[in-house]
């Protein structure tokens, strides 16, 4: 028992116990809940009231100045959202850092996509930006929001019952032998059904997926037929309606940067925002140049710029994407 109490208080100190928590949304999905403020493996991760992450030291620096800024919206994915990048390297707040005129939202979530972006502006508007970017990876092309529970492995909507907990459900099922991973898994997601007998009296409360809002009667700036192509279309017209200007940086991850081609997603884009004449960065010609001949020192897997290098080089391609507005 003392062994058990001393391993569940060295996990405590890296974080585990209490991750970053969701909740589902119908009108995008899911987001994180608002107003967090966790420690995960030395990092810091907040949220602010609408569960966006968000710059506090630029908050607090903007509370004691009378000079006016300027504000960006900026929809992404995780690619935006960080994970657990720690808040003072995540590129958002970098990018308003290095701005004493500028106020960053970034308006993000792990595996969102066009429609994800397009309900958050339904739903929540523009939260009075001056312009908007559009951060959009190849697959986004096909990425539509499912409205169903929760991945609890990825997106948690409470505080485990220990962090031992976490770790053995969480983590060491991606180290096991495939055998043993599989059977984890399978016993994780009955304890999350509703089903489950631990989970009878919760279930309902933090578990359930919302319905998709429909949107009634007729809409006279766009219509969409739920595609992520013709979401992404919407949203840009949406934009235009609004009179906020927008661009679009087209993230290339990094199978794309080593190979030099783009996948299959990239081009139907590429496409659609050439038809309604939106500024276009280019992530390759900026990664390139900031990889000094090795990817590796900018991404954790294939797509995540989850290093500090990565989080800078990211900040840059924001920069180029902010300055094209103005062009």
């Known amino acids: 028992m003392a062994i058990v109490l001393v391993l569940e208080l060295l996990l405590r100190t890296l974080g585990l116990g209490r991750p970053l928590l969701y909740q589902a949304d119908s009108y995008v999905e899911y987001l994180a809940k608002p107003n967090q403020k966790v420690f995960r493996f030395g990092k810091s991760i907040s949220t602010d009231d609408l569960g966006l992450r968000f710059c506090e030291q630029c908050r607090l620096e903007r509370n004691s100045e009378s000079t006016k800024r300027s504000k960006v919206m900026i929809l992404g994915d995780s690619v935006m959202f960080g994970g657990f990048v720690d808040d003072k390297s995540l590129a958002s707040n970098s990018l308003e850092r290095s701005r004493k005129d500028l106020i960053v939202a970034n308006v993000s979530a792990g595996s969102w996509g066009p429609g994800n972006w397009l309900g958050w502006v339904q739903s ?35 505080n485990p019952s220990s962090a031992l907990d976490e770790l053995s459900f969480r983590y060491l099922p991606k180290v096991l032998p495939p055998f043993l991973s599989r059977r984890m898994l399978s016993l994780q997601e009955f304890l999350n ?38 979401d992404l279309k919407c949203l840009i017209l949406r934009s235009r309606h609004a009179g906020i200007p927008v661009s679009v940086v087209q993230f290339w991850n990094r199978d794309e940067l080593l190979s030099g ?67």
């Open 124 to 158: 929540r508007g523009f939260l009075n930006a001056d312009s908007l970017i559009i951060v959009v990876s190849s697959h986004d092309a096909f990425d539509e929001p499912q409205f169903k529970q929760l991945n609890l492995n990825t997106n948690p909507v409470e």
């Open 193 to 230: 059904s509703e089903d489950s007998f631990v989970n009878q009296n919760r279930y309902k409360k933090n578990y359930r997926a919302l319905p998709q809002h429909v949107f009634s009667g007729p809409d006279l700036v766009c219509s969409t037929d739920g595609s992520p192509l013709a």
């Open 261 to 327: 081609s783009p996948e299959p997603g990239h081009s139907l884009i590429a496409s659609q925002l050439e038809d309604l004449k939106i500024p276009v960065i280019q992530s390759k010609t900026i990664f390139y140049k900031c990889s000094a001949g090795s990817f590796n020192s900018l991404f954790i897997d294939h797509i995540h710029p989850y290093t500090d290098a990565g989080q800078q080089c990211l900040s840059k391609t924001l920069a180029y994407a902010l300055a094209a507005l103005r062009q």
